[in-house]
């Protein structure tokens, strides 16, 4: 099911920054994997039985690592399914935001 443009993906390094006495600073990566992605999928619209679906997958998978395409570059990488909340219109479609962090 894709997502909407308001999908989005943040990344912010890792960084050690390393104080001499003299007033020099040295910054340098943290780790290998040093990059955190963050990335918010947003679906709206979903009728009922499409909601369901989601709802049982994020139930099913929360906490889990789960495989897919990156917003924006569409590189599949792993995500950790961190949180996600639903919206009912109080009408007939749903809304739903799932956060992911990749791990390595």
Known sequence: MPATPRSTVSAAPRLKF????????????????ALDREMTLVHEYLDSVVAGTLRAFLT????????????GDNITRNWLLREWSEQFDGNTSFQ???????TH
Request: charged content about 15%; glycine content about 12%; hydrophobic content about 35%.
């Open 60 to 71: 099913a998978n929360y906490g889990q690592v789960v495989t897919c395409p990156t917003v």
């Open 96 to 102: 739903f935001q799932v956060k992911l962090i990749e």
């Open 18 to 33: 390393l104080e001499y006495g003299d007033g020099y600073q040295q910054v340098a990566r943290d780790g290998i994997n």
